[in-house]
């Protein structure tokens, strides 16, 4: 008796499981509509079918949502050191400034063409260096974000959701960047339709 009511459930639980599949294959066939038809066409009936049982747990929505946030608090994080960089300069291009004026202003006018010549030299230098800190910010900034791409695309791999591997190829970078969208719009229904429940 008790087997057969352990089959029952079994098959209960199958059967909401195949429904809760076909629901979300829906949903997702639904969402592909509004992307543009060179991305429609590369996503497959298959590739849709294995997003939906891998979204069937609920599990990836919690992993994009965590990842999402991870991404926002690095964006966050480079922002401030390149806002804390530029004022650095700031700071130094006003000093520089003022040490030139005050400078120009002890110096005996038979010798101000060559201060101020030694200062326009010294200018250029500070400010070359500053172009260089700028630079290395950026690519230190590029090379962070490609990290935390990659590190996003490993770990959607590792949970088994189609669509997803480390690849620097700009088409496959912004399929995936689709894909994403439409997680993010199925969770987004996910929750209204739970807060319409309440």
């Known amino acids: 008796m008790e087997r057969c009511s352990g089959s029952l459930e079994e098959a209960a639980d199958g059967a909401r499981q195949q429904e809760r599949h076909y629901q979300l294959l829906s949903a997702l066939q639904g969402l592909v509509k509004e992307l543009p038809s060179s991305f429609q066409q590369r996503l497959s009936y298959t590739t849709l079918s294995d997003l939906a049982l891998a979204l069937l747990d ?3 929505f919690e992993i994009v949502q965590g990842l999402l946030e991870i991404q926002h608090l690095t964006e966050k994080s ?3 050191q390149r806002l804390r960089l530029q004022n650095e300069h700031r700071v130094l291009r006003q000093a520089l400034r003022q040490k030139h004026q005050e400078a120009q202003q002890a110096c005996r006018p038979h010798n101000l063409p060559v201060l101020q010549a030694a ?3 010294e200018l250029e230098a ?4 500053i172009r260089e800190e700028q630079r290395a910010m950026d690519q230190k900034i590029v090379l962070e974000l490609d990290r935390k791409v990659a590190d996003q695309q490993s770990t959607l791999e590792k949970a088994g959701v189609a669509g997803f591997y480390v690849t620097t190829n700009p088409q496959e970078l912004t399929l ?3 894909l994403l969208e439409l997680i993010r719009k199925l969770q987004q229904r996910g929750r209204q339709a739970g807060k319409a429940a309440l």
């Open 58 to 60: 609920g599990t990836v």
């Open 78 to 80: 480079l922002y401030n």
């Open 119 to 121: 200062q326009q030299r």
């Open 126 to 129: 500070v400010e070359h260096r």
């Open 176 to 178: 995936q960047m689709n």
